[in-house]
């Protein structure tokens, strides 16, 4: 049985950071690339940051310089490192597994970052 389980989220002041942590069973951790979505009230959710097998990473715009990811394949552990944040990073974030076409969510994390 595959799981996802995200932690680390709540509430931070706008300047503040946070670090989200998503630990994976019952995939062969290291093979996939491991993402961080988001989704605000009201919006689509968006793709944060991504990391490949091989390490590569890519950003959404309105992140990068702030946001960085990273994983720890012996621990089947992907992490976001989340600074200076803004009230605009608001969202319930989900930790992604993706491998071709097979998909895996977790159940997601609230972060509220306040003004």
């Known amino acids: 049985q595959v799981q996802l389980v995200e932690s680390g989220g709540g509430l931070v002041q706008a300047g503040g950071s946070l670090r989200l942590s998503c630990a994976a069973s019952g995939i062969m951790f290291g093979i996939f690339t491991m993402g961080w979505y988001r989704q605000a009230p009201g919006k689509q959710r968006e793709l944060v940051a991504a990391i490949s097998s091989s390490d590569r990473t890519n950003y959404a715009d309105s992140v990068k310089g702030r946001f960085t990811i990273s994983r720890d394949n012996a621990k089947n552990t992907v992490y976001l490192q989340m600074n200076s944040l803004k009230p605009e990073d608001t969202a319930v974030y989900y930790c992604?597994?993706?491998?071709?076409?097979?998909?895996?969510w977790g159940q997601g994390t609230q972060v509220t970052v306040s003004s």
């Open positions: 992604n597994a993706q491998l071709r076409s097979v998909d895996y």
